[in-house]
T-cell receptor, first 112, second 116 residues
Framework: QKEVEQNSGPLSVPEGAIASLNCTYSDRGSQSFFWYRQYSGKSPELIMSIYSNGDKEDGRFTAQLNKASQYVSLLIRDSQPSDSATYLCAVNLQGGSEKLVFGKGMKLTVNP | GAVVSQHPSWVICKSGTSVKIECRSLDFQATTMFWYRQFPKQSLMLMATSNEGSKATYEQGVEKDKFLINHASLTLSTLTVTSAHPEDSSFYIC????????????FGPGTRLTVT
């Protein structure tokens, strides 16, 4: 069974802090990795995609990928209350499937 | 770019009736669309993968005769919940794979179905 696992959470950080969200995956051949944000009662929204080892920055968000360790993370700098949401890690498996395998999500609360 | 719409955003129907949900890619062509279901406080569950012009591929445990999927054009896929029952009440979300060759999926806003 191909799996994507996220820390069970929930995670609570004060406003202005760095929030760190982690994800591991079991399929060593995976090539595409995504982070989605889902506000309560809403659908997921793509916030980051990463394909190569290393860091990828977009504004306050940084995605980090380490294929050797099968690990992908999302850092949110200067966290804001509006960042409070559930963050979903998603991985595209090798073998040509178009499907994404989603983690169960980590609920983040940023306290003012 | 990469906007996906769904209609309706919410629907209430009586047990035994059928409900059709539409998913449209507004500013790109989507050869592949996906249908998910999400129960409260649970993760997304992929129901099926829909490819334009061909039969949908259903995930294990999803009844294809109950959840009819049609992907008749590059911008429209529909999900029909047939003979709905209260246990079908859920949040149904479609997504579309972007047309740039990557595996990114862009989600519609979702349809909240309540079966009474």
């Amino acid at each position: 069974q191909k799996e994507v696992e996220q820390n069970s959470g929930p995670l609570s950080v004060p406003e202005g802090a760095i929030a760190s969200l982690n994800c591991t995956y079991s399929d060593r051949g995976s090539q595409s990795f995504f982070w989605y944000r889902q506000y309560s009662g809403k659908s997921p929204e793509l916030i980051m995609s990463i394909y190569s080892n290393g860091d990828k920055e977009d504004g306050r968000f940084t995605a980090q990928l380490n294929k050797a360790s099968q690990y992908v993370s999302l850092l949110i700098r200067d966290s804001q209350p509006s960042d409070s949401a559930t963050y979903l890690c998603a991985v595209n498996l090798q073998g040509g499937s178009e499907k994404l395998v989603f983690g169960k999500g980590m609920k983040l609360t940023v306290n003012p | 770019g990469a906007v996906v719409s769904q209609h309706p955003s919410w629907v209430i129907c009586k047990s035994g009736t059928s409900v059709k949900i539409e998913c449209r890619s507004l500013d790109f062509q989507a050869t592949t669309m996906f249908w998910y279901r999400q129960f409260p406080k649970q993760s997304l569950m992929l129901m099926a993968t829909s490819n334009e012009g061909s039969k949908a591929t259903y995930e294990q445990g999803v009844e294809k005769d109950k959840f009819l999927i049609n992907h008749a054009s590059l911008t429209l896929s529909t999900l029909t919940v047939t003979s709905a029952h209260p246990e079908d009440s859920s949040f149904y979300i479609c997504s579309a794979r972007g047309d740039g060759g990557s595996y990114e999926q862009y989600f519609g806003p979702g349809t909240r179905l309540t079966v009474t």
